[in-house]
């Protein structure tokens, strides 16, 4: 059983999910306690790479206490809480992803781990889900604070995870020079010892930066993403393979390839659902290229769809700019009554709503 087990580790790392989710699977029923939980572990990871979200959840969950109690075969508490607080995040759910990610800080600091460096990923984790619901201040303070207990701490994949979601931060912020500074800091301490898979996600995020650079970066970021699609494609059939191809449609769809952005961007949604955000983004790239292809019908009614969804999930900023984008495309196309209702929608999204001019109201006198 022990051997079984080696075998479907090793198909896990070779990219062979499905093999390796089917001897996972055999071994969680008939092998004992110690290599149930392992097996479990690696159903975890079987299915967040096909994008099965909620049944990694299930696996996870029912991992959760035997962590706790520190039982043979199970991954170290510190990696559950900050995977669990991660598959949340990917499913969408950012409200669920923050009570878990802070009440397991908290729970980690009791245990006397604060500085450690799991402790700091999960801090990092954090920050990308605060990020997330658009709550730049507590993002910002956590990512600090992390920073801080990394340099201190000397590892270099501790720096890296806190560096990436200072970054994030940074760009959420409109300092996009410090960004990119911060991701390139990333890029080069994770790449030292992360894996491929890890290293193909930093590439993504890294050429996502260079997109929103104002000029785009293009050649810079297309270069990023065709390396880590590469490597992605052969791991992994989930969430960090759709995120590539997203941003392989966004840049696309600024370069004007609008074809080569409608296929991209389909594909990408392919491998979600429809509770993943990444879906809907993927979606509003799709509907953004239809406009600017003309065929501007369909195009507003998928961008506008996701964006309700997006905003449904907890996901404001990301449902704002699908917004404020709609709009932008429509003006492009000259309809400028629909792109007025998009930037409407955009403000009411981002909780600027009027209130002060209703029909009928007189205006009140100045001076």
């Known amino acids: 059983q022990r051997l079984r087990l080696e075998f479907a580790e090793m198909a896990l790392a070779n990219g ?17 306690t110690e290599l149930r939980h392992a097996a479990a572990w690696g159903l975890v990871r079987t299915e967040q790479a096909h994008g099965n979200l909620h049944a990694a959840l299930t696996h996870l969950e029912a991992l959760l206490d035997a962590a706790r109690a520190g ?15 991660r598959l949340y995040q990917f499913a969408g759910d950012v409200a669920r992803s923050i009570d878990v990610g802070e009440d397991a800080l908290r729970e ?23 990020w997330i619901r658009g709550d730049y ?35 959420a912020r409109g300092d996009l020079a410090l960004a990119l500074d911060l991701a390139r800091k990333s890029l080069a301490l994770i790449s030292e010892n992360s894996t ?17 650079s104002d000029p785009p970066q293009l050649d810079e970021a297309d270069a990023l993403l065709q390396r880590a699609r590469g490597v992605l494609a052969d791991h992994s059939s989930g969430p960090e393979l759709a995120r590539c191809e997203t941003e392989m449609a966004r840049s696309a769809l600024l370069r004007g390839d609008f ?50 969804r997006l905003a449904a999930m907890g996901s404001v900023p990301d449902a704002a700019k699908a917004w404020r984008d709609l709009a932008e495309a429509l003006i492009e196309r000259g ?4 792109a007025i209702e998009a930037l409407r929608q955009a403000a009411d999204c981002a909780g600027v709503r009027a209130s002060a001019i209703r029909p009928g109201a007189a205006l009140p006198v100045l001076g």
């Open 16 to 32: 062979a999910v499905d093999e390796a989710h089917e001897r996972f699977s055999e071994l969680a029923q008939l092998a004992s």
């Open 71 to 85: 039982e043979p075969g199970t991954p170290s508490l510190l990696t559950v809480l900050i995977t669990r607080c």
């Open 137 to 171: 201040f507590s993002a910002q303070h956590l990512a600090s604070q992390a920073i801080e207990r990394a340099e201190r701490l000397g590892s270099h994949r501790a720096q890296g995870s806190a560096y990436w979601n200072a970054c994030v931060v940074a760009q």
């Open 196 to 212: 491929d898979v890890a290293l193909a996600s930093l590439r993504v995020n890294h050429a996502w930066l260079l997109l929103l």
């Open 259 to 308: 074809g080569g952005a409608t296929l991209i961007a389909a594909q990408a949604a392919d491998r979600g659902t429809e509770q993943d955000s990444e879906t809907q983004v993927a979606r509003v790239f799709g509907g953004l290229a239809r406009i600017m292809a003309g065929q501007v019908t369909e195009g507003i009614a998928t961008v506008s769809e996701a964006a309700r």
């Open 108 to 130: 980690v600091r009791e245990l006397g781990l604060e500085g450690c460096e799991d402790e700091i990923r999960l801090a990092s984790t954090l920050v990308g889900s605060y």
């Open 335 to 338: 309809q400028s009554a629909e």
